[in-house]
Every structure is written in C-alpha cells, then in structure tokens.
C-alpha cells in the first residue's frame, strides 16, 4: 500500500521547537520529489520555504530538511516557531515523470502556536 504518514505535530508555544517526521511505505521516496506543504487555515497550500524537492540535508532559516532515502523518511524541524507558523503540515511526494494529479500526500499533521 503505497502511502505517507506523518506524525509529530501538536501545540507549541511561541519561540518552540518541534520535529515532523513523515514515514513513506509502498514506494521509494529516492524516485520522488520529495516535499512539506502546510496549509493554514482558509488559505492555499504551500511549499514550506519554497523547497520543491528536498535533497539529503538543508536549512532555511528556521527550518531543517532531512531526507533519508534509505529508510524512505523525511523529517522537518522548525525552530523559533511563530503563530503565523500554525497550519497543518503534509508530506507529499511527486514523480518527476507524472502529473501533480498523481502526487501522494500524507493525512497531515496539526501545528498550533499558540500561547
């Protein structure tokens, strides 16, 4: 069963940190472009920092990217968290070759900063 599952979101305060992980089974994410997209609350989905496919390891700013294709995980970490931060955190995966139509998205994860 091909399929994305992310965990680790919840409620931060300002200033916090938390770590989103995001386990893929069925597929092998190192044939994929890989990505976070977060959708706050009446607003479109976006790629977190711009980043449209994630490589082994990088930061931006407040954000770090990991990817690990040989245990088919991804993980994010924010740091400095801020309310305007607060949305649900997908992980999805795209094939260079196919349709957006054929992406694969996680369930997503709730991030709420909150004081």
């Known amino acids: 069963q091909v399929q994305l599952v992310e965990s680790g979101g919840g409620l931060v305060q300002p200033g916090g940190s938390l770590t989103l992980s995001c386990v893929a089974s069925?597929?092998?994410?190192?044939?994929?472009?890989m990505r976070w997209v977060r959708q706050a609350l009446g607003k479109e989905r976006e790629l977190v920092e711009g980043?449209?496919?994630i490589g082994d390891e990088y930061v931006s700013g407040r954000f770090s990217f990991l990817r690990d294709n040989g245990k088919n995980t991804l993980s994010l970490h924010i740091s400095d968290l801020k309310p305007e931060d607060t949305a649900v955190y997908y992980c999805?995966?795209?094939?260079?070759?196919?349709?957006?139509?054929?992406?694969?998205w996680g369930q997503g994860t709730q991030v709420t900063v909150s004081s």
């Open positions: 999805n995966a795209r094939n260079p070759a196919g349709p957006a139509s054929n992406d694969i």
């Open positions: 069925g597929f092998s994410i190192g044939d994929y472009y």
């Open positions: 980043v449209s496919n």
